[in-house]
């Protein structure tokens, strides 16, 4: 019997952001943002600060642990998952 969950699948994943598009600091913006060919997606605070630690190169159980250091938090794992979820079926990030 196997004890792997989707959750626990995902914790273990290394999320990137997608070579289509290329994630910058906008100062006129004063926020991330994404840019691909055709636009530019405006990213909240949050957003940013998830999709900048996507390098493909920490799990998803890293990242979440590195953003509840910085942010003197916890239980962060659950909305993190769901942003995680969207940015994939947007094809922001990739694993």
């Known amino acids: 019997m196997s ?3 989707p959750e626990r699948d995902m ?3 290394m999320p990137r952001v997608s070579k289509k ?3 910058q600091w906008e100062e ?4 991330w943002v994404l840019l691909y060919p055709e ?4 990213l909240n ?7 900048k630690r996507c ?3 920490q799990t998803v159980a890293a990242l979440v ?4 250091q910085s942010f003197d938090t916890t239980n962060l794992q659950t909305d993190v998952l769901a942003f995680l979820a969207m940015a994939q079926q947007q094809h922001w990030i990739e694993y």
């Open 55 to 57: 390098s493909g190169e």
């Open 39 to 42: 636009g530019m997606v405006k």
């Open 21 to 23: 598009f290329r994630l």
């Open 28 to 31: 006129a913006q004063q926020a």
């Open 3 to 5: 004890t792997a969950t």
């Open 65 to 68: 642990a590195e953003l509840e």
């Open 11 to 13: 914790l273990a994943a």
């Open 45 to 51: 605070q949050s957003a940013g600060e998830i999709l």
